[in-house]
């Protein structure tokens, strides 16, 4: 069958699409182990889509645990050229309100221990990463979900800290003086290891909580999570439906994303180890063979 263009990586409380049709299940193997489930490849809006539960049906794999590297390699496997991560994040601005959807146009990564590149053991590389999220398609991403009515806002730093715990109330405080929009766990390293794999990657997140800075709103917990992420699972959906044709009529990429390795492989390419060009040929054949 053909192969998807655009691929989707469902947050907490985003588990499937129903409005994928022709749908097949792709359980892919990559060098890095498996993903976090198997890969439902459908046609939504007439474009061939890949749908991946980032957290495993039934949210059994925490942030950390997450296989971002098998995640991202699989996508990159079925063809997929551009993904959106739909995200759950907690607001340290007043305006931006829980049920609000943000995308965003920098990170800042308060991770630990994910790793965090395809790369090494003999071959080094070195992406740009001055825009972590495609302007092109976070335009695109913007578009489609203003179409759905929502409250929805373009631009702002993307805070991505380790978990699984919810911040302290002096993290909290000191996030916000350092200007950041929203936080979360899950935006890294996904959006660095999509970069190296020269897919555009754009973030969809939903406001869920003001996380436990503010004073007046309660601190997050799970329930007020799940419960503002089920209200706005709709208009996840539907901004997809509007997303999948936007993005079908990109026919040439000339964002960075698309060629973010021609330049970033510091290594002779004669002390490449044939091992590492037969496992990461996926993602760097056209560059060192």
């Not at 959106?84 to 994040?89: G, K, N, R």
């Not at 395809?118 to 979900?145: K, R, T």
């Amino acid at each position: 069958m053909e192969q998807a263009t655009l691929g989707v990586i469902g947050g907490s409380g985003v588990y499937n699409v129903e409005a994928l049709q022709d749908v097949e299940e792709k359980r892919v193997k990559t060098p890095f182990g498996d993903p976090s489930d198997a890969i439902v490849v459908g046609t939504l809006s007439g474009v061939r889509v890949a749908f991946l539960p980032r957290h495993g049906r039934g949210h059994r794999i925490m942030p950390s645990e997450l296989n971002s590297r098998a995640n991202i390699y699989a996508l990159k496997s079925l063809g997929v050229r551009y993904i959106v991560s739909i995200s759950a994040c907690g607001s340290m601005r007043e305006d931006l309100a829980p049920r609000d959807i943000v995308i965003p146009d920098q990170i800042f990564d308060r991770t630990k221990a994910r790793p965090s590149t395809f790369f090494g053991d003999g071959l080094v590389v070195h992406v740009s990463f001055d825009q972590p999220f495609c302007p092109g398609l976070s335009e695109l991403v913007y578009q489609a979900v203003k179409k759905t009515g929502a409250t929805v806002h373009t631009g702002g730093t993307f805070l991505v800290l380790e978990g699984p715990q919810f911040s302290t109330k002096a993290e909290s405080r000191i996030y916000r003086q350092w200007g950041v929009d929203i936080i979360g766990m899950t935006a890294l390293p996904e959006a660095k290891l999509a970069r190296e794999a020269e897919i555009c990657y754009a973030a969809m997140a939903h406001v869920t909580d003001y996380d436990v800075w503010h004073e007046t709103e309660e601190p997050v917990t799970v329930a007020m999570l799940l419960e503002n992420l089920r209200a706005n699972s709709a208009v996840t959906k539907e901004a997809l439906t509007y997303l999948a044709p936007l993005v079908a009529k990109q026919k040439e990429r000339t964002c960075p994303c698309a060629s973010a390795l021609s330049s970033a492989i510091i290594t002779q390419r004669d002390l490449i180890p044939a091992a590492i060009k037969k496992r990461l040929g996926l993602l760097i054949s056209k560059y060192v063979y």
